[in-house]
């Protein structure tokens, strides 16, 4: 598991590594087993030979297990594939091509086979593993949760228009491409363009206020003292005003800006520099961070990015007079909201330029999602939501406890009653069981990294 993923997320690569151990060994061992030296099996092979054909049900029976070790092999080779999207991809067709063949072989099964392999569990099997493949590769991010982001930043009763922008999410090939590449270029000559609109936007005019008032100190200093007083108030002041947004530019300019200072203390120079410039009430509404272990890499440089974006259009074009800016978790999401009360824009009629793109890169490369809500004269809210892992290893050992319980009874029943002719009964065992196993794993995994949130 990476740093950043839930706790509970199941490599594909893994699956298929383990999947092809058992398929290969189990298929050549019931390929080879009549010579090995167990004094039972000549007797049952002879007993079940088919009627003038000599060891005709343990050919079938080789025939099988031949393609099981065929298909173990092509796990082998999809366990090689590194993309984990691709991989996931991967698990999920091969878990549809146990399906659909496992229903073709069960009927073939039910109305030949079982006279020559009578064991139900034979038929079923193959239905049972695409089953739990199945939920292996809709569940390998993490187990289901159905919080919604975004819930807590836009109201039922919100009038406009509410985007949801999609974003690609973690394929290697994808964030290789071409459009990739040519949305990085175009964004690294935006930012610079946008350096340097601020630098004469903003420190300029200080530095030029600086020369006004030192010239009108110089003047009044022989014989308007109190004047010249007053002056050089007004050059401490616009030069304090520079140095701040000096500082947020030289931050933007760096390659890591967050490094030392942090996602909150990045974030406020922006808010400071931007209620500077345009003379906005900016306020900056900050919860406690989770630990940088439970976010995907690079979180905290792709949101603060992000939200200097957002601030930057506000500064050029929104003419507010109240910004609220809100970072903290929600559920099982880190988000950052940016609302200001604005001007506002028409989605369908405005003309997009490279600041929306740039969001939504930055964001889709640390599998985040993107939220565009505005309407002319009614303000616009930007906001951003990454997947968190918030659950703590007892949250993680209450699970595994509750499904290895769920896990052992299931086995009890099928051991008293016999019930392994039942085929769902077959599939809600291995379900338990590999949610048990991997809660298990979760737990081990967040006990031994650090947890204060």
């Known amino acids: 598991m990476q740093t950043g993923q839930f706790a509970d997320a199941i490599d594909t690569r893994v699956v298929f590594r383990i ?53 173990g092999m092509c796990a ?18 091969f878990a549809a091509a146990h399906l659909f063949g496992g229903l073709l072989f069960f009927g073939q099964w039910l109305a030949i086979l079982s006279v020559v392999l009578p064991w139900p569990i034979i038929g079923w099997t193959p239905i049972v593993v695409g089953i739990v493949l199945l939920y292996v590769s809709l569940t390998a991010t993490h187990t289901p949760r159905w919080h919604r982001p975004f819930r807590h930043v836009i109201g039922d009763d919100t009038q406009g228009t509410l985007t ?25 000559i935006e930012e610079r363009a946008r350096l340097a609109r601020d630098l004469h936007d903003a420190v300029k005019q200080q530095l030029f206020a600086i020369q006004t008032s030192a010239a009108t100190a110089q003047e009044r200093l022989a014989s308007d003292t109190g004047g010249a007083r007053s002056a050089l108030d007004q050059v401490r002041a616009s030069a304090r005003d520079a140095m701040t947004e000096m500082e947020a530019l030289l931050g933007q300019l760096q390659a890591d800006p967050i490094e030392n200072t942090g996602l909150v203390a990045a974030l406020k120079e922006q808010c400071d ?11 900056l509404e900050a919860a406690a961070m989770p630990s940088s272990t439970r976010l995907p890499p690079g979180t905290a440089q792709a949101l603060f990015r992000a939200g200097q974006e957002a601030l930057s259009n506000i500064a050029r074009h929104a003419r507010a007079e109240h910004v609220i800016v809100r970072l903290g978790l929600s559920g099982h999401n880190l988000e950052l909201s940016i609302r200001d009360d604005g001007a506002g824009f028409d989605p369908e009629t405005a003309a997009h330029g490279m600041g929306l793109a740039n969001m939504r890169t930055r964001i889709g490369e640390v599998g ?24 703590t290893s007892h949250d993680y050992g209450l ?8 896990s052992a009874a299931l086995m009890a029943a099928l051991a008293a009653f016999g019930t ?30 650090h947890e204060a949130i």
């Open 273 to 283: 520099a931007l209620g500077l410039r345009t003379g906005a009430d900016v306020r």
């Open 399 to 406: 699970r595994a406890a509750i499904w290895v319980g769920v």
């Open 368 to 391: 985040g999602s993107m939220m565009m809500h505005t309407s002319p004269d009614n303000g616009t809210t930007v906001a951003f939501a990454v997947p968190c892992d918030p659950r």
């Open 420 to 449: 392994w002719a039942r085929p769902w009964y077959q599939m809600m065992i291995a379900v338990a069981t590999v949610t048990a196993a991997r809660s298990i794993v979760a737990w081990y995994r967040v006990r031994g990294r």
């Open 76 to 93: 082998a080779g999809f366990a090689r594939v590194e993309d984990p999207i691709s991989s996931r991809r991967a698990l999920t067709w």
């Open 19 to 71: 999947y092809s151990w058992i398929a290969i060994t189990s298929g050549v061992f019931v390929y080879l087993w009549w010579p090995l030296p167990f004094g039972f099996l000549p007797d049952a092979i002879t007993a079940v030979n088919l009627p003038d054909l000599p060891f005709g049900r343990f050919a079938v029976i080789r025939t099988l297990a031949a393609i099981v070790v065929a298909i």
């Open 164 to 188: 949801l922008v999609r974003t690609k999410h973690g394929s290697l090939h994808t964030l290789r491409s071409q459009y990739e590449q040519q949305i990085r270029e175009a964004a690294r």
